[in-house]
């Protein structure tokens, strides 16, 4: 497995941290995490991460 893969809460957190840096802009975190924006949007699904403001709800998507 890849270091992601062993350690998957410090790929969220990372996401979280690029998001933040780029005022929740996905092309803007994309680009300082140096995935596409297709690959976030995917991690973002993953982790159930939702964007301040945003219609993405994956909530929904969380087994209970």
């Known amino acids: ?3 992601a893969e062993r350690f998957p809460f410090s790929e ?3 996401i979280v941290r ?3 840096e780029s005022g929740f802009n996905q092309m803007q975190a994309a680009q300082l ?3 596409s924006r297709t690959t ?3 991690k973002l699904k993953k982790y159930h991460l939702n964007l301040p403001g945003s219609k993405n709800d994956y909530s929904h998507t969380r087994k209970p």
Do not use: F, Q, V, Y
Request: aromatic letters at 6%.
């Open 1 to 3: 497995p890849t270091r």
């Open 12 to 14: 969220r957190s990372r």
């Open 18 to 20: 690029a998001l933040e």
């Open 33 to 35: 995490l140096g995935i």
């Open 40 to 42: 976030l949007w995917r």
